[in-house]
């Protein structure tokens, strides 16, 4: 059975930096896309980053460019969210996502195994 479980976040003040966890347990990921996702109180899951399969290519959403860095280590079946900066809107549950394509897609049905997901909440 496939698990991807989060860890890392936790309340922070507005300028701090946050380091988010995602783990893959039950199939390796390393050939294929991983992604984060965010979803703010009354709002709309979206994309936040992702990073591409064997090649590692990033992406980000414009409003977290230059402030969150994504990465992976195959060898751990673990991907990172690398936060700074960070400003009250950036508060949401962070999902970790899991494709079975190596392309990065910025949509959740591209996305067939998901986390629980984990709260970042940024004071100010």
């Known amino acids: 059975q496939v698990q991807l479980v989060e860890s890392g976040g936790g309340l922070v003040q507005a300028g701090g930096s946050l380091r988010l966890s995602c783990t893959a347990s039950g199939r390796t990921f390393s050939n294929y896309a991983m992604a984060w996702f965010r979803q703010p109180p009354g709002k709309k899951r979206a994309f936040a980053a992702g990073i591409s399969g064997p090649g590692g290519s990033t992406f980000y959403t414009e409003s977290v460019e230059g402030r969150f860095t994504i990465s992976r280590d195959n060898a751990k079946d673990t991907m990172y969210l690398q936060m700074n900066s960070l400003k009250p809107e950036d508060s949401a549950i962070y999902f970790c996502?899991?494709?079975?394509?190596?392309?990065?897609?910025?949509?959740?049905?591209?996305?067939?195994?998901w986390g629980q997901g984990t709260q970042v909440t940024v004071s100010s």
């Open positions: 996502a899991a494709s079975n394509s190596e392309v990065v897609a910025p949509v959740e049905s591209e996305y067939p195994y």
